[in-house]
C-alpha cells in the first residue's frame, strides 16, 4: 500500500440509476481492504445533463486527468435521447485518456455453467465503428443516406494485440484467439489478421486461433472453456461481452477495465451492466461487478495483494444474498483487511 500520507486520488463518478449504488459498495470494500485512498467525486452523466445541460466541462476533465484511477457506475437516463451521454462522456472519456484496451474478465465455475468459464476479453477501446466516421445525407427525407465508417489503424489494432499476448503470458494457459469477420470485412479484417500474426510471431510460446464473430458467438454458448483470451474490435468486443456475462452468472457479476497500458493517465474502470433506470432505488441491483472492477482498479495500481483479497472474497461469495448494501456489507466484512 502507498503510504498513509500520500494517498492515491481516485475519481468516482457514481453517474446515473443504479451506478451510484454499486459505487458505494464498490468503496464500502476498498475502506475495507484498508484501501489508502482520497475520492474525488464528479457530478457527470445523464442528470447533469438534464439539470444544467453539460455533459464534461473542461475544468472537470482536467480534474480527472490529475486523478490516479476512476471508478465509474454507469450513465445514461431514459429522459436523454441514445448517444448524447454515451459519445459526450464515456466514448470522449476513452479517447481524451487513450483508454485503447478494454479487458473484460469472465469466471464461472461448472455449477453455474457447462465446464466452467475462465475467459479475457480484449477489446480495442478507441477505434473501429465507435469512432465517430460517418454521418447523414438528405436527413429524414424518403433519399435519406447514413453512413457509419469503422477506423482501423495498425498502430491502435498492434497495440491492443499486443496487450492482450501480454496478459495471455501471465495466465496458464496462454493462448489467444482472435474474433473478427476477415470473410467479408475484408479490409479491416486483413488488418487485424495481419497485426495478430506479427505479434505471434513476438510470442511463441503463446497459442494462437482465430474465429468468426458469428462462430464464436455460438462457441460462447456451446464450450466457453475453449477460451482463454480473446481480442477483438470495439464493436464486436462490445457484443460478446454481454454475452459472456449472460454465461458468467449475469451481468450483474461482469467487470472491465477501460486501461491506458502506457500509464499516460488515469484508467478508469466500470461494471458493464448500463444504469438499468427500471430497477434504481429498489436496492435489487448486484454490486458483484462494480466490486470486481475495483479490484482490477488495485492490481493495475499495483497494489496485488489488496486486489487478491477483494477478488477471493468476491469467488467465495456466492452464497450471499439481499439487497445492493447487504450484499456490500457481507463482502465488506469478509475482506481481509
Excluded at 137 to 151: F, H, I, M, N, P
Excluded at 203 to 229: E, K, L, M, W
Excluded at 306 to 317: E, G, I, L, Y
Aim: proline share 5%.
Amino acid at each position: 500500500m502507498k503510504a498513509k500520507n500520500n494517498p492515491y486520488r481516485i475519481g468516482v463518478i457514481g453517474g446515473d440509476g443504479i451506478g451510484p449504488e454499486v459505487t458505494a459498495e464498490a468503496l464500502k470494500v476498498l475502506d475495507a481492504v484498508g484501501f489508502d485512498y482520497t475520492p474525488v467525486v464528479f457530478d457527470l452523466g445523464g442528470t447533469r445533463y438534464l439539470r444544467d445541460g453539460e455533459i464534461l466541462p473542461a475544468a472537470d476533465l482536467a480534474a480527472i486527468r490529475e486523478c490516479d484511477a476512476v471508478l465509474l457506475g454507469a450513465v445514461g437516463t431514459p429522459e436523454v435521447a441514445p448517444g448524447i451521454i454515451e459519445r459526450g462522456l464515456l466514448l470522449r472519456l476513452r479517447f481524451e485518456l487513450d483508454l485503447y484496451a478494454n479487458v473484460r474478465p469472465f469466471l464461472a465455475p461448472a455449477s453455474v455453467y457447462n465446464d466452467g468459464v475462465d475467459m479475457v476479453v480484449v477489446r480495442e477501446n478507441t477505434e473501429g465503428t465507435y469512432a465517430g466516421e460517418g454521418g447523414f445525407l438528405r436527413y429524414d427525407t424518403e433519399y435519406e443516406v447514413a453512413t457509419q465508417g469503422s477506423v482501423n489503424t495498425r498502430h491502435g489494432v498492434e497495440r491492443c494485440i499486443r496487450h492482450a499476448f501480454a496478459l495471455a503470458t501471465a495466465r496458464e494457459r496462454n493462448h489467444v484467439t482472435l474474433v473478427h469477420k476477415t470473410n467479408v470485412l475484408t479490409f479491416a479484417g486483413d488488418l487485424w489478421q495481419r497485426a495478430f500474426d506479427a505479434v505471434a510471431a513476438d510470442y511463441p510460446a503463446t497459442g494462437t486461433a482465430y474465429n468468426h464473430i458469428d462462430a464464436a458467438c455460438i462457441y460462447f454458448v456451446q464450450d466457453p472453456s475453449r477460451y482463454d483470451v480473446i481480442v477483438t474490435d470495439n464493436l464486436f468486443g462490445d457484443i460478446i461481452t454481454d454475452l459472456g456475462g449472460a454465461i458468467s452468472g449475469g451481468v450483474g457479476r461482469a467487470a472491465s477495465a477501460n486501461l491506458n497500458p502506457d500509464r499516460t493517465g488515469p484508467s478508469l474502470f466500470e461494471p458493464v451492466h448500463g444504469s438499468a433506470p427500471d430497477i434504481a432505488g429498489t436496492g435489487t441491483a448486484d454490486p458483484r461487478a462494480a466490486i470486481i472492477s475495483a479490484a482490477m482498479m488495485l492490481e493495475f495500481l499495483g497494489e496485488n495483494a489488496a486486489a487478491a483479497r477483494v477478488q477471493d472474497t468476491v469467488k467465495t461469495a456466492d452464497d450471499v444474498t439481499g439487497s445492493t448494501s447487504e450484499i456490500g456489507d457481507a463482502i465488506a466484512e469478509r475482506v481481509p483487511a
